[in-house]
């Protein structure tokens, strides 16, 4: 499995940043998976943003939940981040991962490049 | 919400063994699978220890991990330190709501 970001590298202070991650290598939609963005402010540490199932089961971290979106689009075997006015805090570099559910969620086993968006004007 | 404690920093020889914790403020640590990732300069984290204790294929076995309920921690020892396994090395879990939480990250030198 191959996952890759893609979206503008910046993005105005205030404006909503939007991110994809395209899989490739296997279906968004063969269930058993949570695929999730977390993000990385230069110099420091991992944040988890959120996750989807395929069927568009969302889970949010608590301290960015009312400024973030997560959509799946199976047909294109891709999932979505949004997030709602921006400000320099927002700057990081994003990843998109996936973990597997069983009993348990388990780990992140695959991750995309990462791309860095920066938020200034 | 819990979180996960890391050292800022452990630095070791070539050929030692290190020991690098992760301690959960509330709530066993023994609830939730804990996860270790490896991250280089510039590179996405790769696995190194997942469900507590289990390693990923290529990943050789001078890495372990543990948990300790007394303490309420887990650990990732890396033994035979190799200059290769300098990096940032970052504990993962969740809560019972599916939440993810990443401990701080632990800047591991081999001098």
């Known amino acids: 499995v191959q996952l890759q970001e893609s979206g503008p590298g910046l993005v105005k202070p205030s404006q909503t940043l939007s991110l994809t991650c395209s899989v490739s290598g296997g279906s968004i939609s063969s269930g058993h998976y949570f695929w999730s963005w977390i993000r990385q402010p230069p110099g420091k540490g991992l944040e988890w943003i959120g996750y989807i199932y395929y069927s568009g089961t969302t889970y949010y971290s608590p301290s960015l939940e009312s400024r973030v979106t997560l959509s799946v689009d199976t047909s294109k075997n891709q999932f979505s981040l949004k997030l709602t006015s921006v400000t320099a805090a927002d700057t990081a570099v994003y990843y998109c991962?996936?973990?597997?559910?069983?009993?348990?969620?388990?780990?992140?086993?695959?991750w995309g490049q990462g791309a860095l968006v920066t938020v200034s004007s | 919400n819990f979180m996960l404690t890391q050292p800022h920093s452990v630095s070791e020889s070539p050929g030692k063994t290190v020991t690098i914790s992760c301690t959960r403020n509330?709530?066993?640590?023994?609830?939730?699978?804990v996860h270790w990732y490896q991250q280089r300069p510039g590179s996405a984290p790769t696995t190194v220890i997942y469900e507590d204790d289990q390693r990923p294929s290529g990943i050789p076995d001078r890495f372990s991990g543990s948990i300790d309920s007394s303490s309420n921690s887990a650990s990732l020892i890396i033994s035979g330190l190799k200059t290769e396994d300098e990096a940032d090395y970052y504990c993962?879990?969740?809560?019972?709501?599916?939440?993810?939480?990443f401990g701080g990250g632990t800047k591991l030198t081999v001098l």
């Open positions: 993962q879990s969740y809560n019972s709501s599916n939440v993810v939480v």
């Open positions: 991962a996936r973990a597997f559910y069983g009993s348990q969620v388990t780990n992140f086993a695959f």
């Open positions: 509330s709530g066993s640590i023994a609830i939730n699978y």
